[in-house]
Structures are given as structure tokens and as C-alpha cells.
């Protein structure tokens, strides 16, 4: 057990004494949580809280012309413009400004949009009272919207969605208006003034949570445990080059000239990585509870779960160990492993579910999701901090990825057994 | 004399290869001699010694190491050997001490007996103002010390040396060859490497020229000089023996 210790020593000191190492393991992590948490968090304000520069075109003078100017402004999303560098807006220059990005959205209301909308009420009113059968086809009215073109097609639907509600809202306002003043004309006894009641129907958003407990799922809940995963896994890379590094300067074979098992050495290795691994995770969740609310972010709240935490977090990081051993143990040079190990990392991160959710990928992708260690971690952490599950719901994948890390590390002590047999 | 290492009919052929690297060697070494094993550039030399310290396997063959069978006894034979590479093993972000402390403490020395041994041979090879000075602010001399240290701490009963002096400075060189003598004299058995003749001639109780994965020819450096009237030295009896076409 000796021999333990003075291996696990040395790997103590070589990882302290490593600077540009600690930096990469430590500050690298946290940067890409807070920016990749900042980014996420900024862009579902962007929809609500920005202002985004709106180019309107309206040719309708008449009543709807000037509820959907209204409503468009009023909706504090958009900032409303109707000139272009003093220039009254034409289709042309619309057109123009917006495919250059100058504007992202342009609208164009068409000339007697009004109108065209009053000659559809006078026609129902008419044909109910008269008990007319009614054409089918009647005058619609065409709103143009342009998009910039370099816009994302998430962010246009998002946009789209929100141009639809004000449209619907002022388009079902302008028609019971309309009803209510052809009625009026029509009916012998006049109908009274009736105000539109809002909000009728009501939608209460809130999160199915399977414990009494609220939490409120929200981009640092979402971003810290995925980007922690990633980071976790960039351990790989690290761990890869320094067994790379003791065989190419021979101190690995002066090892094994030793009395020493070959297990010692290995474990030595796992354990300092993962006394690593835990000090970042416990870092990054630090980062999250206590820095992030004064960079505007929301807290994050651990849950109530620490065993179904402590041992996600373990069987995750010895996952990316037993990973980063393999690695080491087969790459023959420093670059190869480097190049390996990130790339791998961050192909298992796409198809994991750490950029892009698992359930809006294609089937076949999330079939194959299924297969990524990051993805087992994610899903585990998912259960901890969003859906306040308990400690056995995450036993499934926790036991994957400790299976993930015993055939790895079975792996690399075959290949290591059988590389100094063969040689 | 008692034998410390027998090797009998030795083959080994790399995988993909069709010429081999050992081709039926045979060689007994004595306990207690400073034995050179010489040859070119892709002799077998470091195959050979590979092999004696069970870092390779081998096709065919016999390798007894006091009296312990390779590869059966492998564990066995480690705790009897030591072996210095011809590369700095060592990490160069410790200090020397540290990295003494590491490789002994494997070795399975302890405390007081692993800090006595430790500065007693930094104090033996000129290193004791250094120790705590990281390894890789040192210069070539003083990493090849530091190297051999580590080979030596735990007082081996046979020691590997693959080309110790190679890139050396004169007193370096000095140094660790009167070090190499002074471990021969307290009984350690040397199994030494080098493309220095002269320093072969000087330190080596016997040598072996290895050719084509061969024992070329072997003896005492003096007689084997003798018996060849035309050579005045080992290097030109070595010429003689190899050839002087380059190898690769």
C-alpha cells in the first residue's frame, strides 16, 4: 500500500506543479458554464426583452392598418421604424434594408386591408340575418413578412409565433368590432357596446415536478450539469497525455522494471484524476450557486438529492477516466491522443445532448444518443437538479457508466499486457 | 564464478520482420563483472537487454538471472535488477530528491534508510547542493546522474546501463564511471551498453561484440586485443569484427 501512496504522491505533485494543466482543468470548465450559461439565458431574453429592429410598411390608413402598428408597439418587443435614413419605406427599399440585415423583420400591411376585412363582416352579418347561403371564398388580407436572412429558424419561428398571436388578437378585436357596428346598422334594436373580455381562457405554466419541492427549471439548471459533463470528459485529454508523456521519457518503463504492480500504477492514476474531477464538479456547482446571481444569472439549486448528485457526479467522472486510460494506453504519440480525446468528447457531447436536447434530434440520432457516457451523466444530472427524482431513478445510467469505465480500463490493461508480451 | 545471467540459443524475431533481431545467442555472464555488450547500430544490443529485463518476450530460447527463469519469474527477477536507460526516466517537475524519494520508495525503501541512501549517493555523484532543485533546470550531466541514481538506490544485484555516458561532459562522465566501479566493487554485477570504446576498454571486465543478433566474438578486452596483432585497440578490433560499412 505503500507503494500506493508514493505513486499517488507523484502524480499529486506532477498535476500541481502543472500549471497550464490546472488552468485547462479548472478555469477553461468554468469559463465555458458561465459563457455557455450567459448565452443561453441572453438569447430567450433577446425574444422578450430586446428590442429588435422592426421595419413596418404600413399602406393600410384605415382602422387595421393602426391596431396592428399598435399592437406591434406595444408589445415591447420590436423596435418600430417607418423610415429608413429619413426616407419613407418603400416594398423596395424594405426588401433591401432587411436582406441586408439592417432590420431583422419587415412588415408590409397591404393597401384597404380594412376594407377589404369590412366587405368579409358585411357579407356574414349580411347572409345570418337574410339566411343567404355565403360564397365560400372570401377577401383575405396578406401581411408580408421578411426575415434577414442570416437569422436562426428557431429564432424566426420564435418571432413568427409572437407576430401570429398580435395578428390573431387584433384581427379577432377589428372583426367583433366590425360584427357589432354592421349588427347595430342591420338590427332593428341596437346591440350595446360590447367590450371584448380578455384572457378568458387562462394558461398556468408550471413544471410536472415529481417531489413536493419547486424547482424551476431555467438555464443555469440546464447549462451547469451539461456543460460540467463536457468538462468532466475534457479530463481525457489531460489524463491521456500524461500517460503518453511518462512512456515517451521512460520513466513508465523504469515502472515496470519495478516491483510494482502494474494495478498500482494504474490506480494511482484514477485516483488522483478523480480527486480531480470531483474538485472541478464541486467548483463548477459552486460557480453556479454563488457566482452566477451576480453576473445576472439564476442560482442553482442542488436539489435535495446528495446521494443521487454524489453519485452521478463519481460514476460520470470515472467514466472519463476510464476513458482518458484507454486513450493513453493505445494512442502511440501525444498529438494523436490529444486530437482523439477532443474530438471524441465533443462527438459524444453532440449526440449526448449536451448542445442540442436528445428529443429534438432525428429518431435514428437518438437511438444512438442512447450509447454516449455523456449522455447516460446528463440524463442522471437532468434527474438531480430538473426533475427532482431520487437517488435510485438514477441507478441505471450511474451503473452504465461504471461499466463504461470497467471495460475501459479492462481494455487498457489487456492491451497493455498484450503489447509487452508481443512486442 | 558463479553465473549471474545464462542465456542459451536466444531468437527473437519483431513482428513483421524477416530477419531477427537475436539469432541463437548465447552468452554467460559472471556475478561480479562489468560486462560490455558492443555492436553497431541494430546489432540486437538493446533487444538483448530488453529481453534480460523481461521489458520484451522472445521466440526461442533459454535466460536464467540468478538462477530465475525468464518470463516465469519476472516478479522474481525485478526485485534483483536495476536498469538505467539511455533516456532521462525521470520527471522532470520534480526535484531530484523527489524523484529519488519516488523511484526508492517503489523499490521498497522506507524512511531514514530511503533518506540516508538517497543523499548519500546525491553527495557521491556532486548533486547535493542541487536535490531540491527541479529536474528539469538541470543540464545534461547532472540529469544523467540523477538517471543513474535512480537505477542504483535500492543496490541491485544486477545493473542494466544503456549507453549511461552518452552526451556527457568529461567530468560527468568521470564521475559516473568511478560511481560504476565503486558498485562493481561492493559486488554488483554491470551489464553495459556503449558505442564508447575506449571507455568500454577501460571499465569492462569482459565484452561481447554483437553482430546480426550474434555474439560476434567475446573475451577479456586486453587478450582479445592481444590475439589480434593489427589492432592496437578495442575500437579497431571492433572495426576489424563489424566491418566498416554504416549500419541503420
Given at each position: 500500500m505503500n507503494k500506493f501512496r508514493f505513486l499517488v504522491y507523484k502524480d499529486f505533485l506532477l498535476l500541481v506543479r502543472d500549471k497550464a494543466g490546472l488552468a485547462m482543468m479548472f478555469l477553461m470548465p468554468m469559463l465555458l458554464v458561465i459563457i455557455m450559461t450567459y448565452l443561453q439565458d441572453s438569447t430567450f431574453h433577446a425574444v422578450h426583452e430586446s428590442h429588435i429592429p422592426l421595419l413596418l410598411l404600413n399602406r393600410d390608413t384605415d382602422s387595421l392598418g393602426v391596431a396592428i402598428e399598435k399592437q406591434i408597439a406595444q408589445s415591447g418587443i420590436f423596435d418600430v421604424r417607418k423610415t429608413i435614413n429619413g426616407e419613407p419605406v418603400t416594398k423596395e427599399n424594405l426588401v433591401m434594408a432587411v436582406a441586408k440585415g439592417d432590420y431583422m423583420v419587415g412588415i408590409i400591411v397591404p393597401e384597404q386591408a380594412t376594407l377589404h376585412i369590412r366587405k368579409n363582416v358585411k357579407r356574414y352579418v349580411a347572409g345570418a340575418f337574410n339566411g343567404k347561403a355565403l360564397s365560400s371564398v372570401a377577401d383575405s388580407v396578406q401581411i408580408a413578412i421578411y426575415f434577414d436572412p442570416?437569422?436562426?429558424?428557431?429564432?424566426?419561428?420564435?418571432?413568427?409565433?409572437?407576430?401570429?398571436?398580435?395578428?390573431?388578437?387584433?384581427?379577432?378585436?377589428?372583426?367583433?368590432?366590425?360584427?357589432?357596428?354592421?349588427?347595430?346598422?342591420?338590427?332593428?334594436?341596437?346591440?350595446?357596446?360590447?367590450?371584448?373580455?380578455?384572457?378568458?381562457?387562462?394558461?398556468?405554466?408550471?413544471?410536472?415536478?415529481?417531489?413536493?419541492?419547486?424547482?424551476?427549471?431555467?438555464?443555469?439548471?440546464?447549462?451547469?450539469?451539461?456543460?460540467?459533463?463536457?468538462?468532466?470528459?475534457?479530463?481525457?485529454?489531460?489524463?491521456?497525455?500524461?500517460?503518453?508523456?511518462?512512456?515517451?521519457?521512460?520513466?513508465?518503463?523504469?515502472?515496470?522494471?519495478?516491483?510494482?504492480?502494474?494495478a498500482f500504477y494504474l490506480f494511482s492514476k484514477i485516483a488522483v484524476y478523480f480527486g480531480v474531477c470531483v474538485l472541478q464538479f464541486a467548483a463548477l456547482m459552486l460557480l453556479g450557486v454563488f457566482v452566477f446571481p451576480y453576473l445576472g444569472l439564476p442560482s442553482l439549486d442542488f436539489g435535495i438529492d446528495y446521494f443521487a448528485l454524489s453519485f452521478t457526479c463519481a460514476s460520470s467522472a470515472l467514466a472519463a477516466i476510464g476513458y482518458g486510460v484507454l486513450i493513453g494506453k493505445v494512442a502511440v504519440t501525444h498529438q494523436q491522443a490529444a486530437i482523439f480525446a477532443s474530438i471524441s468528447v465533443v462527438i459524444m457531447a453532440a449526440i449526448g445532448g449536451v448542445w442540442i436536447p436528445v428529443f429534438v434530434m432525428p429518431h435514428v440520432m437518438r437511438l444512438i444518443s442512447h450509447v454516449s457516457?455523456?449522455?447516460?451523466?446528463?440524463?442522471?444530472?437532468?434527474?438531480?437538479?430538473?426533475?427532482?427524482?431520487?437517488?435510485?431513478?438514477?441507478?441505471p445510467e450511474c451503473a452504465a457508466s461504471l461499466l463504461f469505465f470497467g471495460l475501459c480500463t479492462g481494455a487498457a490493461i489487456w492491451y497493455n499486457k498484450r503489447k509487452r508480451i508481443d512486442l | 564464478?558463479?553465473?549471474?545471467?545464462?542465456?542459451?540459443?536466444?531468437?527473437?524475431?519483431?513482428?513483421?520482420?524477416?530477419?531477427?533481431?537475436?539469432?541463437?545467442?548465447?552468452?554467460?555472464?559472471?556475478?561480479?563483472?562489468?560486462?560490455?555488450?558492443?555492436?553497431?547500430?541494430?546489432?540486437?544490443?538493446?533487444?538483448?537487454?530488453?529481453?534480460?529485463?523481461?521489458?520484451?518476450?522472445?521466440?526461442?530460447?533459454?535466460?536464467?538471472?540468478?538462477?530465475?527463469?525468464?518470463?516465469?519469474?519476472?516478479?522474481?527477477?525485478?526485485?534483483?535488477?536495476?536498469?538505467?536507460?539511455?533516456?532521462?526516466?525521470?520527471?522532470?517537475?520534480?526535484?531530484?530528491?523527489?524523484?529519488?524519494?519516488?523511484?526508492?520508495?517503489?523499490?521498497?525503501?522506507?524512511?531514514?534508510?530511503?533518506?540516508?541512501?538517497?543523499?548519500?549517493?546525491?553527495?557521491?555523484?556532486?548533486?547535493?547542493?542541487?536535490?531540491?532543485?527541479?529536474?528539469?533546470?538541470?543540464?545534461?550531466?547532472?540529469?544523467?546522474?540523477?538517471?543513474?541514481?535512480?537505477?542504483?538506490?535500492?543496490?541491485?544485484?544486477?545493473?542494466?546501463?544503456?549507453?549511461?555516458?552518452?552526451?556527457?561532459?568529461?567530468?560527468?562522465?568521470?564521475?559516473?564511471?568511478e560511481s560504476l566501479r565503486e558498485i562493481n566493487r561492493q559486488g554488483t554485477t554491470i551489464i553495459y551498453t556503449s558505442h564508447y570504446m575506449e571507455e568500454a576498454e577501460m571499465l569492462c571486465s569482459r565484452v561481447a561484440f554483437i553482430d546480426e543478433g550474434k555474439v560476434a566474438c567475446e573475451g577479456n578486452p586486453p587478450e582479445m586485443i592481444k590475439q589480434q596483432p593489427d589492432c592496437a585497440s578495442l575500437e579497431m578490433l571492433y572495426l576489424q569484427l563489424t566491418g566498416k560499412k554504416l549500419r541503420d
Open positions: 442570416a437569422i436562426k429558424s428557431s429564432f424566426r419561428t420564435t418571432l413568427m409565433s409572437s407576430l401570429r398571436e398580435y395578428a390573431v388578437r387584433t384581427e379577432s378585436d377589428f372583426i367583433f368590432n366590425e360584427i357589432i357596428a354592421e349588427v347595430n346598422r342591420l338590427s332593428p334594436v341596437p346591440v350595446a357596446d360590447v367590450q371584448l373580455a380578455r384572457n378568458q381562457v387562462i394558461f398556468t405554466e408550471q413544471y410536472a415536478s415529481l417531489k413536493e419541492r419547486d424547482k424551476i427549471p431555467n438555464s443555469t439548471q440546464h447549462n451547469v450539469p451539461a456543460w460540467s459533463m463536457f468538462a468532466i470528459f475534457f479530463i481525457t485529454i489531460s489524463l491521456s497525455g500524461n500517460i503518453i508523456k511518462e512512456r515517451d521519457d521512460g520513466s513508465y518503463t523504469r515502472l515496470r522494471l519495478m516491483p510494482c504492480p502494474y457516457p455523456l449522455n447516460w451523466g446528463l440524463e442522471s444530472f437532468y434527474a438531480v437538479f430538473v426533475r427532482n427524482e431520487n437517488g435510485m431513478s438514477v441507478l | 564464478m558463479q553465473a549471474a545471467i545464462v542465456i542459451k540459443n536466444l531468437k527473437k524475431t519483431y513482428r513483421g520482420n524477416t530477419c531477427p533481431a537475436i539469432n541463437g545467442l548465447s552468452l554467460s555472464i559472471a556475478q561480479g563483472m562489468v560486462f560490455g555488450l558492443l555492436g553497431p547500430n541494430g546489432a540486437g544490443k538493446t533487444t538483448l537487454i530488453n529481453i534480460l529485463c523481461g521489458l520484451r518476450s522472445f521466440d526461442e530460447g533459454e535466460v536464467n538471472i540468478h538462477g530465475y527463469s525468464l518470463p516465469l519469474q519476472w516478479k522474481e527477477i525485478k526485485t534483483l535488477i536495476g536498469f538505467v536507460p539511455q533516456e532521462i526516466a525521470l520527471y522532470p517537475m520534480l526535484t531530484a530528491y523527489e524523484n529519488l524519494k519516488f523511484f526508492g520508495g517503489i523499490f521498497g525503501l522506507r524512511g531514514a534508510v530511503l533518506d540516508s541512501s538517497i543523499n548519500e549517493l546525491l553527495f557521491q555523484f556532486g548533486l547535493e547542493q542541487s536535490k531540491h532543485r527541479y529536474l528539469k533546470n538541470f543540464s545534461g550531466g547532472m540529469k544523467r546522474r540523477v538517471n543513474l541514481i535512480a537505477g542504483i538506490l535500492h543496490r541491485p544485484e544486477i545493473l542494466f546501463l544503456d549507453e549511461p555516458t552518452a552526451g556527457v561532459d568529461v567530468q560527468s562522465k568521470n564521475v559516473i564511471l
